[in-house]
């Protein structure tokens, strides 16, 4: 089985590459205009796979982003706030160094993803802005016949190499990786804006 999965995830690569040349054949001005980034999100949310031209947290690919395009949808097990709750006391009880649990608000009830166990995802490695302007925003999208996914957009034109940082949707200064106290990380966004 884990072979026709490779096998599988080749065959996609390199279509994608395929079309990732023939996006790279038009001039930046051309591919803005035939660029929806809303479909590119939905394309990448259903194939379950994040883009190339990343590296861990930051832009390796060799012609950068424009702003709104999307880059990496934040991928987890989708679980409610209390055992959100309890996996943060877990972790912390079992010496699970980081914990990356995004909690968000959505049609008035909180929700979470908890991406600590995803492997070969990159979008929870994406660090807080704080006290730096963002370069990404992270939406929440709806797309036909699915649950809401966290997609990560470019909030400007973002150079390879820089780090992908947003904003965490909490203005105080209290935060762990802000004071650089503790070792846990949860996210608490209550997120509205579904445009681009």
């Not at 490779?6 to 390199?14: D, S, T």
């Not at 106290?181 to 579904?194: E, G, K």
Request: charge should be neutral; include cysteine; glycine fraction near 6%.
């Amino acid at each position: 089985m884990k072979n026709s999965c490779e096998g599988y995830e080749r065959i996609l690569r390199a279509s994608l590459k395929k079309q990732q040349e023939e996006n790279n054949d038009c001039s930046p001005e051309k591919r803005s205009k035939h660029k929806d980034p809303g479909k590119d999100a939905e394309w990448w949310c259903h194939v379950g796979l994040d883009r190339d031209g990343f590296s861990l947290k930051y832009i390796s690919d060799y012609k950068g982003m424009e702003k709104g395009d999307f880059l990496l949808e934040y991928f987890g097990e989708r679980i409610n706030i209390q055992e959100a709750e309890e996996r943060e006391r877990k972790y912390d009880k079992d010496g699970t160094q980081m914990c990356y649990i995004f909690v968000y608000r959505f049609n008035g009830k909180q929700e979470c993803i908890d991406a600590t166990c995803t492997q070969g995802r990159l979008c929870q490695y994406a660090n807080d802005a704080y006290p730096e302007p963002p370069n990404c925003v992270m939406k929440l999208k709806k797309f036909k016949n699915q649950k809401p996914r966290l997609c990560l957009f470019a909030h400007r034109d973002i150079n390879k190499g820089e780090e992908l940082v947003y904003d965490y949707g909490d203005d105080t200064i209290n935060l762990w990786w802000r004071k650089k106290v503790c070792f846990r990380l949860s996210w608490i966004f209550d997120i509205q804006d579904n445009s681009f």
